[in-house]
């Protein structure tokens, strides 16, 4: 049998992180995320460990957000020295995001070292420093998405496109055990389907367990030209003002997709001529990596690239790296677009900016991302007429714009029609997301597809046995090449896209009825087949 203990991304959308013990004692890690949004969840980083880091061989990384990686550097502090594998967008990502996480582990416990001293107390320890991030850095191992690897011997594992952000993955895992042979798919965080920049989310047809991510489990999103009017609607509100428009963005895909959003309004003619701040230098970091990863674009990104266009420049753009440059933004009068971390309002520039301008009337406050329990940007969006900022009282009078339609996650419609692709009754696991979004989704996949579903609790430890009824279709009695099972791998999967398209176009009884989104299935097969015969 296999143990999943829950220790993070369980109730809550921080911490993610998943401990897998098969029967001969074997252990792995899914995701080291680290938990943020209010005190007694953070407190959550600083307790001990619920296994021993010097045990754990392998760690897997489904993408580079700081709430699924942003503890492996207190990993590797604490003992872990396995490998870290992830894909190669993933690991440049970390290089920038871990070290920032340092530099600011480090500055928060500078600054509590210093309130102590006044009150005659003791110095505090960051929770890991910037040796500690670059010690993590060199033990990860870059797999390329759709390659079959074998971790140990009984346990393989394949990375698939989830579609989230640039780089980002979902998880296969085969185990071999005593009694049978069980496949678990962690979701990572999904995309929802024709996300900006990233290519749609892998289709997965045969598991045994699944855990799904359920961030939007209960809500559907708003569409995304509506979204983009909204947008507009903030921008020309506070321009005509004379005031700015603030923009608390996550550094990484967020901040790209709105840089996106805008160059795509400068090239109708519908964005205002005033300037643009991309005011983090972690987003201007991750921005520089966007652009050296075309590879990985989907095909409306990549036209734009065609046609000569930079999708993430703009001619009023301007990246502020120096503290100095950030605080001179505050100094100009007249309305400015500001992009700043961090996307929750807990800490970066942000702040800053929303000290100067949450209060003036005339100002647009855009929230374009999940804002977590605890969190500033949460009590914003909840409607509370002042916030603490940097200690002092401030009152919230700027006009709140909240668009979901920018999600870099799927919601509830995404997440189920994800789920309908699956041909085995996998038991579903639903974590990454708050009760009622996680108990909303399971109650519609109950509905929709009869499937056992659990909404499992912090530090729940989970049983899973192989199932006699268990699909499993990779041969495990003698050890293949990777291209062999990597093939094997591919055919199953087309098998069943084929068998699931044959079947929807002959019950289509008129060429209309066959929609883009059969075309797009086809194509996607035939990108596949394309890729084993390379």
């Not at 309004?265 to 990863?293: C, Q």
Request: aromatic share 8%; net charge neutral; charged share 30%.
């Amino acid at each position: 049998m296999i143990r999943v203990s829950c220790l993070g991304g369980v109730g809550t959308v921080t911490g993610s992180s998943y401990l897998i013990e098969d029967s001969q004692g074997k252990k792995i890690l899914v995701d080291c995320g680290l938990f943020q949004g209010g005190k007694q969840m953070e407190n959550r980083n600083w307790q001990d460990w619920d296994f021993d880091p010097k045990k754990i061989s392998a760690l897997f990384l489904t993408h580079a957000h700081i709430d699924h990686s942003g503890r492996i550097p207190k990993l590797v502090k604490d003992g872990f020295q396995g490998k870290i594998f992830t894909t190669p967008p993933t690991s440049e990502l970390c290089q920038v995001m871990l070290m920032d996480s340092a530099h600011i582990q480090e500055m928060d416990a500078a600054w509590e070292t210093r309130k102590n001293k006044r009150k005659a107390l003791k110095e505090v320890l960051p929770l890991y420093t910037k040796e500690d991030a670059e010690a993590s850095l060199k033990l990860f191992k870059t797999v390329e998405r759709d390659q079959t690897i074998e971790v140990e011997p009984g346990i393989r594992a394949r990375l698939r496109n989830a579609g989230h952000i640039l780089g980002s993955s979902i998880l296969e895992l085969w185990i071999k055990q005593d009694d049978g042979n069980v496949k678990i798919v962690f979701s990572g965080d999904l995309g929802k389907r024709q996300q900006l920049i990233v290519k749609d989310p892998h289709e997965i047809f045969d598991a045994d367990y699944v855990f799904l991510e359920s961030t939007y489990g209960n809500r559907r999103h708003r569409s995304f030209d509506d979204s983009k009017k909204e947008l507009l609607e903030a921008i020309d509100h506070a321009v005509k003002k004379g005031e700015k428009i603030l923009i608390p963005a996550f550094a990484v895909e967020r901040t790209q997709e709105i840089l996106y959003v805008l160059g795509e309004f400068h090239r109708s003619n519908n964005l205002p001529d005033i300037p643009i701040f991309l005011d983090s230098p972690l987003a201007i970091k991750a921005t520089k990596i966007f652009r050296k990863n075309k590879k990985y674009y989907d095909e409306e990104a990549s036209e734009i690239v065609e046609q000569g266009y930079d999708p993430f420049d703009l001619p009023n753009l301007r990246f502020t790296e120096s503290t100095k440059e950030s605080m001179e933004i505050n100094e100009q009068t007249g309305s400015a677009i500001i992009i700043a971390g961090s996307g929750m309002c807990t800490a970066g520039r942000i702040k800053h900016h929303l000290k100067h301008n949450l209060w003036r009337e005339g100002a647009s406050m855009v929230i374009i991302g999940f804002q977590a329990k605890g969190t500033t940007g949460r009590k914003i969006v909840e409607g509370v007429k002042r916030v603490k900022i940097f200690r002092e009282n401030v009152a919230v009078r700027a006009k709140v714009f909240t668009i979901g339609g920018f999600s870099a996650h799927a919601d509830q419609k995404d997440l189920l029609e994800w789920v309908a692709h699956f041909e085995s009754s996998p038991s579903i696991f639903l974590v990454h997301g708050e009760p009622t979004a996680s108990e909303a989704l399971g109650q519609k996949i109950r509905e929709q597809f009869n499937l056992k579903v659990h909404v499992p609790r912090w530090k729940d430890r989970l049983v899973l046995k192989a199932r006699e009824t268990a699909l499993e279709r990779h041969p495990e009695e003698t050890p293949l090449p990777d291209m062999h099972t990597t093939m094997l791998n591919t055919i199953v999967d087309l098998e069943n896209e084929i068998k699931a398209l044959t079947q929807r176009i002959q019950t289509a009884e008129k060429d209309e009825e066959i929609t883009e989104h059969d075309v797009d299935r086809l194509k996607y097969v035939q990108e596949e087949l394309k890729a084993v015969l390379a």
